[in-house]
């Protein structure tokens, strides 16, 4: 009998809108439901337009949304200041971003560190972690490369490396192969099948390529702001 | 988030693109620097003149004929101040306005238990000792007995000039030892020597009855002159000099030695007081009568007028610079949008971002003002030691340019690290 595993993101009526010039509000998300359980690899899946990239946002506690509520880890953060979710973002995300966003003229190790310098964690445990993850995301000997030294494959996994250093309860990953080629992108999608198996991450992947999609274990398609499907994937 | 860390970005930053921090902190660095040259240098001047008067006598009251309504040399300088540092301000006198033999003879009767020595001088023009070849450039002076008392000359030979040698009208002369030197080989060989003076038009013979010893004065920016042609004093009884002038009998003006236990400034009130009955009913002039105290604090004043325009003009420089720190910042922090809505979406609130810009820009302003406090303590020792009087800035101007940079970075720098600190982080991330 499997455990009843705890639910990590707890979504219910979920709605965006934004304000373009009055009187007129733009409805993006029509009172969107998600539920995701620790452990989970699910993916988002939408054209643009879809409102994905909105969705992504409130997902990872870079916007609010207009109603609805939002249960992140146990904590209802729907309603949170922007303080708060800066708070949450440290140590409850981990973003992974389609462009990388190392900072530049800092050493990997440095980068990894970043999340933990922002959470108040002393240095030389943040030292000992990077150098932990980088391990695990076998990015081990060029620790003190910067992201100028290196090819997008390694600076992704550097980025994956970054995501995990507060230990998040997601890690949240927006197009991560995008801007990489196909063997490249090959084995940091390996990289997170992974983390998944071997460490239990749960991940949310964000992406409009179908075949990615497939490869998690759940992919929800978004269309026109609203879920449309829910289904098991888990082809690799 | 760790200070020294956000040091330690800053510094990395600066590191990696030398050339545009260098010139961001160049209108620091010039800021700094003239300020720190322009004190040390001020210093220096003000301790050059302030020794030098006080080697010409610090006790001493100079009292002098000054017009009622005068022509001024400088804003805020006066005639007294003017004539000690040579200026010639005196206009058109008659006899009747000189300071006469019997209002000093009164002065003394009146204040004599106060004065140690009264004494006169005044030029007859420049000359030449010759003889055959040897020769001596010498400035020619009529002066009174206590001239020696109160210039604090020391006698090397003989004896000075005395009031028999006045009432006569006596061509008699104290010359220097380089004269003495120059004419007879030897300064005691000169002693009851006759000596041939030649002036503009005429030929006068003295005969030596004192040799003095010549000191240099240690006087700023004046040109060297070689030690042959050196122009030493040569001193003769006023009567005498008044005699080859055809100089009327009264003064313009005379020093007075006040007593070891009397102020200066105190007597010199009293003595003004004491003229100002006699030119009552002058209409152009009137008797002042100041101590180099006094002279010496109108200097200051000077000086420290000056210098505070000269601070205002730094201080415009540095306002120039800490504006072109934050011009700096702002286009450095909008290359970084994408960085900061990467940090903001690490987890770093609005006052990590804010304080880390400040941080930058406080430390771009305090390496600036560093360097401009080495280029300012080059310049300012430099300068002072071509003036003759190497000064070296106290730690206290070190100190408050220290501070101002910094003070500069955070003000200069507030803006920026606050529109840094205000982006939207989905934006930023946006931003291409």
């Known amino acids: 009998m499997s455990e009843e595993k705890q639910v990590i993101i707890q979504m219910k009526g979920i709605r965006k809108s934004f304000y373009i010039g009055q009187p007129h509000e733009l409805e993006i998300l029509h009172g969107i439901g998600l539920s995701v359980r620790k452990g989970e690899f699910v993916s988002i899946v939408g054209a643009s337009g879809s409102g994905k990239s909105t969705l992504m946002n409130i997902i990872g506690a870079l916007d609010r949304p207009t109603s609805g509520e939002y249960i992140l880890d146990g904590v209802d953060i729907s309603k949170a200041g922007d303080g708060e979710l800066s708070g949450i973002r440290n140590r409850k995300i981990g973003f992974v971003f389609q462009t990388f966003n190392l900072i530049p003229r800092t050493s990997a190790l440095k980068n990894v560190e970043l999340p933990m310098l922002y959470s108040g964690t002393s240095k030389s445990l943040r030292t000992a972690r990077a150098k932990e993850l980088l391990e695990i995301v076998e990015m081990g000997e060029r620790m003190s490369h910067q992201p100028s030294e290196l090819s997008g494959g390694q600076k992704q996994r550097v980025a994956i490396a970054r995501a995990m250093a507060n230990d998040p309860a997601i890690i949240l990953a927006d197009e991560p192969t995008g801007a990489l080629d196909s063997e490249t992108g090959r084995l940091v999608m390996d990289l997170f099948h992974k983390l998944h198996r071997e460490q239990g991450k749960t991940i949310v992947l964000i992406t409009h390529n179908q075949e990615l999609a497939l490869e998690t274990e759940r992919i929800l398609t978004l269309r026109d702001g609203n879920f449309i499907s829910d289904e098991k994937g888990g082809q690799v | ?432």
């Open chain 2, 1 to 432: 988030m760790d200070f020294i860390e956000n040091i330690r970005l800053a510094v990395t930053g600066l590191l990696s693109n030398k050339m545009r921090a260098l010139l961001t902190m160049l209108g620091i660095i010039i800021g700094i620097a003239a300020v720190i040259t322009i004190v040390t240098l001020g210093d220096a001047i003000t301790s050059t003149v302030s020794s030098t008067m006080e080697e010409m006598g610090g006790k001493n009251i100079t009292v002098l004929l000054e017009e009622k309504n005068p022509e001024v040399v400088l804003p805020g300088m006066s005639q007294t101040l003017g004539v000690s540092m040579g200026f010639d301000i005196m206009g058109n006198m008659a006899e009747s306005d000189l300071i006469s033999d019997e209002m000093i003879g009164q002065l003394w009767d009146r204040y004599g238990d106060e004065i140690q020595a009264l004494s006169m001088i005044e030029q007859v023009g420049n000359g030449k000792a010759q003889d055959g070849r040897a020769y001596s450039n010498l400035s020619v002076s009529g002066v009174n007995e206590d001239y020696e008392k109160s210039e604090s000359l020391t006698l090397l030979e003989g004896r000075f000039i005395n009031d028999r040698d006045i009432d006569r009208a006596v061509n008699v002369a104290v010359i220097s030892d380089k004269t003495a030197e120059a004419i007879f080989g030897q300064a005691d060989k000169a002693l009851a020597q006759e000596i041939k003076v030649h002036m503009d038009t005429e030929i006068q013979t003295y005969t030596v009855v004192g040799i003095y010893e010549y000191e240099e004065l240690v006087m700023p920016m004046t040109t060297q002159v070689a030690e042959e042609d050196v122009r030493t004093a040569f001193y003769i009884p006023l009567s005498t000099a008044r005699k080859q002038t055809g100089a009327p009998d009264g003064c313009k003006s005379f020093t007075l030695m006040a007593k070891q236990n009397i102020q200066p400034s105190e007597l010199a009130d009293k003595v003004e007081n004491f003229f100002d009955v006699y030119y009552r009913d002058n209409v152009n002039y009137r008797c002042s009568a100041a101590s180099m105290d006094t002279i010496i604090e109108q200097m200051d004043d000077i000086m420290g007028t000056v210098s505070v325009a000269i601070a205002v003009i730094a201080g415009i420089s540095l306002l120039v610079g800490g504006i072109g720190v934050m011009n700096i910042m702002l286009v450095s922090i909008t290359e970084r949008t994408r960085e900061i809505g990467t940090r903001k979406a690490l987890g770093a609130t609005n006052g990590n971002i804010r304080i880390q810009f400040v941080v930058e820009a406080v430390i771009i302003c305090l390496i600036g003002g560093i360097i401009g406090i080495i280029l300012g303590i080059l310049c300012g020792v430099f300068g002072s030691s071509v003036l003759g009087y190497p000064a070296f800035p106290g730690i206290g101007i070190i100190l408050i340019a220290v501070t101002f940079s910094m003070l500069i970075g955070v003000f200069f720098g507030y803006y920026p690290a606050n529109k840094a600190a205000r982006m939207d982080p989905i934006e930023a991330l946006r931003y291409e």
